[in-house]
Nanobody, 122 residues
Framework: QVQLVESGGGLVQAGGSLRLSCAAS????????VGWFRQAPGKERELVAA???????NYADSVKGRFTISRDTAKNTVYLQMDSLKPEDTAVYYC????????????????WGQGTQVTVSS
């Protein structure tokens, strides 16, 4: 089992930045693939960014060039740096961990955090 705790969400104006953190309970966190998902009201949960076991990162087209996922293995923490935020980025953001090598869909992730709200005002 891996417990994940997100932090860093909040209210920001369009064009601003936020950095989300996801702290994991296990020191073996580095052996998991990690993803950041988001879910806006009335919409499906979507993958925003992933850091896979083989070190490859993957981003949704809507956030490429604006968001960066990174991992600090010493701190068992994964970050999502979000720059040039837009109102359409407003959602609850979830951190998730997977035992798969390159998980894409939400169903391929085994452990989830509780989510953190990000609200971008226009």
């Amino acid at each position: 089992q891996v417990q994940l705790v997100e932090s860093g969400g909040g209210l920001v104006q369009a064009g601003g930045s936020l950095r989300l953190s996801c702290a994991a309970s296990r020191r073996t966190f580095s052996s998991y693939a990690v993803g950041w998902f988001r879910q806006a009201p009335g919409k499906e949960r979507e993958l925003v960014a992933a850091n896979w076991k083989d070190g490859i990162t993957n981003y949704a087209d809507s956030v490429k060039g604006r968001f960066t996922i990174s991992r600090d293995t010493a701190k068992n923490t994964v970050y999502l740096q979000m720059d040039s935020l837009k109102p359409e980025d407003t959602a609850v953001y979830y951190c998730a961990a997977s035992l798969w090598t390159r998980p894409i869909g939400a169903g391929e992730y085994d452990f989830w955090g509780q989510g953190t709200q990000v609200t971008v005002s226009s």
